[in-house]
Nanobody, 121 residues
Framework: QVQLVESGGGLVQAGGSLRLSCAAS????????MAWYRQAPGKQRELVAR???????DYADSVKGRFTISRDNAKNTVYLQMNSLKPDDTAVYYC???????????????WGQGTQVTVSA
């Protein structure tokens, strides 16, 4: 089994910052792409940012210049530093990881339980 556990969400005023963390644990041989998604009430889940095992990154246009994704491969952990937060950033944020559980196995897609981020005006 593989578990992804997020932390760091909360309530913040517009213009403030939060840092999300997501730690993967369990039966892990290696981790490929790690990503953050978010889902606001009444909206579809959307990609916020993703990072390859080599550190290559990709961001949604709405967060470019404000959010930074990073990872610590030794700790199987991905981070999302969120600055200059806006009320539109309010959502449940989900961690996602592509995990290879054994050397000759198949890459599986895993999700965390989500953490609420609320930005007040």
């Amino acid at each position: 089994q593989v578990q992804l556990v997020e932390s760091g969400g909360g309530l913040v005023q517009a213009g403030g910052s939060l840092r999300l963390s997501c730690a993967a644990s369990g039966s892990i041989f290696s981790i490929g792409i790690m990503a953050w998604y978010r889902q606001a009430p009444g909206k579809q889940r959307e990609l916020v940012a993703r990072i390859t095992s080599g550190g290559g990154t990709d961001y949604a246009d709405s967060v470019k210049g404000r959010f930074t994704i990073s990872r610590d491969n030794a700790k199987n952990t991905v981070y999302l530093q969120m600055n200059s937060l806006k009320p539109d950033d309010t959502a449940v944020y989900y961690c996602n990881a592509a995990v290879l559980r054994t050397k000759y196995g198949h890459m599986g897609d895993y999700w965390g339980q989500g953490t609420q981020v609320t930005v007040s005006a």
